[in-house]
């Protein structure tokens, strides 16, 4: 049923480009675990051992703060549709911020999205594929727009007012960096 290989394959690849949706989860060595679900056309692969995926406001920044204490991340993507597969991809990654130069050399890679935040860069060390058979099947409707239409009205200064209040500390009290230089 599972497999577990070093890279991701072609058929992989195929695959993650079809989902809607892909989940990342995070830790430091204490505290919260964080499992978040993310979706808007936000993840590319760049090789068979790395992928870049674009963060976008959120009610916290967990990922980020985890990543200065521990760079391990797992994503998983599951097919609500069609053949029944999950894929895990595991590995250490990094956070580039809009102040940071790997920021410009990858943005252009995704749809211009109002409140974009970070970009995570994960170098895959394992690709895990496991039957995916107890997964419901589910209808794709749309994309949601209300974050984007939020983000939009919030305007640049409204973004960054909010990511003061909501998005400098994990829930866990952990910096996020999302204005630190030093950190990054």
């Not at 916290?60 to 994503?75: I, P, S, Y």
């Amino acid at each position: 049923m599972g497999k577990i290989t070093a890279q991701i394959t072609d058929a992989h690849k195929q695959f993650i480009a079809s989902q809607k949706l892909f989940f990342v989860g995070t830790a430091a060595a204490k505290g919260t675990v964080n499992v978040s679900p993310k979706g808007m056309d936000s993840l590319r692969v760049l090789s068979p051992n790395r992928v870049i995926w674009l963060n976008v406001t959120g009610s916290g920044n967990e990922t980020a703060a985890h990543l200065l204490e521990n760079d391990r991340m797992t994503l998983m993507f599951c097919a609500f549709e069609g053949k029944p597969l999950i894929l895990r991809l595991y590995g250490t990654a990094k956070a580039y911020h809009p102040r940071d130069a790997q920021w410009e050399e990858f943005i252009h890679l995704f749809p211009a999205l109002p409140g974009s935040r970070q970009l995570f860069d994960l170098e895959i060390d394992t690709v895990q594929s496991s039957c995916g058979m107890a997964v419901p099947l589910m209808d794709y409707q749309g994309d949601r727009h209300e974050l984007n239409e939020w983000a939009t009205k919030q305007g640049e200064e409204g973004i960054a007012e909010y990511w003061s209040r909501k998005n400098r500390k994990s829930i866990d009290g952990f910096e996020t960096s999302i204005f630190d230089t030093k950190l990054t």
